[in-house]
């Protein structure tokens, strides 16, 4: 399975996002060509600014593992994560992160600033970007617009399955 095949889950789950309102940001863990977290997006929802998609997704896999700690463990995602979020990959020890498009905003690995490049902060987590990049940035920049212009969209049917915690 490539990193493409990983990446339509982690759309799929900005998705769900998107439904419930939020921006549509997905992310999966995987170990061993497995997916063993999954997460989206969803401070608004959840009333928690640290409800990121990689941060629900890192919190899924460490719980499954009963590990705090995720070596070995790949994180997909489809934006450029933020200062948070790499630094909770860092602390995961995530081995690889993959990541879909850039976030000329808040994205830390080379957009705003390298965190991963910083030596002394990481030596553990090895980072590609731009897997399906189109596809992730059209989700998002759909959803601004459809904001922007305020007009519902019925497209939103619950056809994936939500994570455990969010499946109420
Ligand atoms: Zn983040």
Request: charged share 10%.
């Given at each position: 399975m490539n990193d493409e095949f990983f990446m339509r889950e982690a759309l799929s789950l900005a998705r769900a996002a998107e439904c419930l309102g939020e921006v549509p940001v997905g992310a999966v863990v995987v170990r061993d060509g497995e997916i063993i977290g999954r997460g989206f997006n969803s401070p608004i929802g959840e009333q928690d600014?640290?409800?990121h998609a990689e941060i629900a997704a890192l919190r899924d896999a460490a719980r499954r593992l009963g590990n705090y700690r995720l070596p070995g463990c790949e994180l997909f995602v489809t934006l450029e994560p933020c200062a948070m979020c790499a630094g909770a990959l860092l602390q995961a020890r995530i081995s690889r992160l993959v990541y879909g498009a850039r976030d000329a905003?808040?994205?830390?690995?080379?957009?705003?600033?390298?965190?991963?490049?910083?030596p002394r902060l990481n030596h553990h987590t090895r980072v590609v970007g731009g897997v399906l990049a189109v596809e992730c940035g059209r989700v998002l920049s759909a959803f601004f617009a459809e904001r922007r212009g305020a007009s519902g969209d019925q497209?939103?049917?619950?056809e994936f399955p939500l994570p455990g915690r969010l499946s109420t």
């Open positions: 600014p640290t409800a905003k808040t994205g830390v690995h080379g957009s705003v600033v390298d965190l991963f490049a910083v497209t939103c049917i619950s």
